[in-house]
């Protein structure tokens, strides 16, 4: 069973919308959230993250939303730009001992100009 | 500040054959880990390291797999007697115990024919 579920599993956006990518997981225990972004023949690379504490974060154009009664959160990509078109992964850990991260499946953004 | 760097990048073998991967983390980090990222999928953590100790290596795939990192910086995945099926891209990460952010190394993908 997927611990952290990602939808949609793809996007295409035109420039200058709203991305809105979903994200739900199951063990309550878990308390961080990073999204990562990752283009083809890289790794990962760590976007934005929140802990269960907050509700919201937001690094310029992109927002984390968390409701941790529904163990939901969305990450908006405001003023989406071509350069922003890549796979988004959210992820989910508890910080105790450092644990690894448990990822989604992906979300594939396309934004067309 | 130098990022996570991997080595080879890319690697093509038999069914059988040997592998080694090598990771040289961030200066200064203390947590290394190793993930698996099969094609169009998530990372999906193999083991982890603080220093030199294995913290969990219970998601091994098998005991094909075996990881060391003798002097607590840079870190060596090895499988024996690849199959098929191992192929992915290999991916290390590391962060500083204290914090929360995991950094990724830009993979190294495996292909078993």
């Known amino acids: 069973q997927q611990q952290v579920r990602q939808s949609p599993q793809s996007l295409t956006v035109w420039e200058g919308e709203t991305a809105i990518l979903n994200c739900s997981y199951e063990?309550?225990?878990?308390?961080?959230f990073p999204w990562y972004q990752q283009f083809p023949g890289e790794g990962p690379a760590l976007l934005i993250s929140?802990?269960?504490?907050?509700d919201k974060k937001e690094d310029g154009r992109f927002t984390i939303f968390f409701n941790k009664r529904e163990k939901k959160l969305s990450l908006h990509i405001t003023d989406s730009q071509p350069g922003d078109s890549a796979t988004y992964f959210c992820?989910?850990?508890?910080?105790?001992?450092?644990?690894?991260?448990?990822f989604g499946l992906g979300t594939r953004v396309s934004v067309f100009p | 500040e130098a990022g996570v760097t991997q080595s080879p990048r890319y690697a093509v073998l038999q069914e059988g054959q040997a592998v080694s991967f090598w990771c040289d983390p961030i200066?200064?980090?203390?947590?290394l880990y190793w993930y698996q990222q099969p094609r169009d999928q998530g990372p999906q953590l193999l083991v982890y390291?603080?220093?030199?100790?294995?913290?969990?290596n219970s998601q091994l795939p098998s005991d094909r797999f075996s990881a060391v990192r003798p002097k607590g910086t840079n870190s060596t995945l090895k499988i024996q007697s690849a199959k098929q099926g191992d192929t992915a891209t290999y991916l290390c990460?590391?962060?500083?115990?204290?914090?929360?952010?995991?950094?990724f190394g830009p993979g190294t993908r495996l292909t078993v024919l």
């Open positions: 990460a590391s962060r500083d115990w204290g914090l929360y952010e995991q950094y």
């Open positions: 063990d309550s225990t878990f308390n961080y």
């Open positions: 929140i802990s269960s504490v907050s």
């Open positions: 992820a989910a850990s508890r910080d105790n001992y450092a644990q690894g991260l448990t």
């Open positions: 200066s200064g980090h203390d947590t």
């Open positions: 390291f603080r220093d030199e100790a294995v913290i969990d």
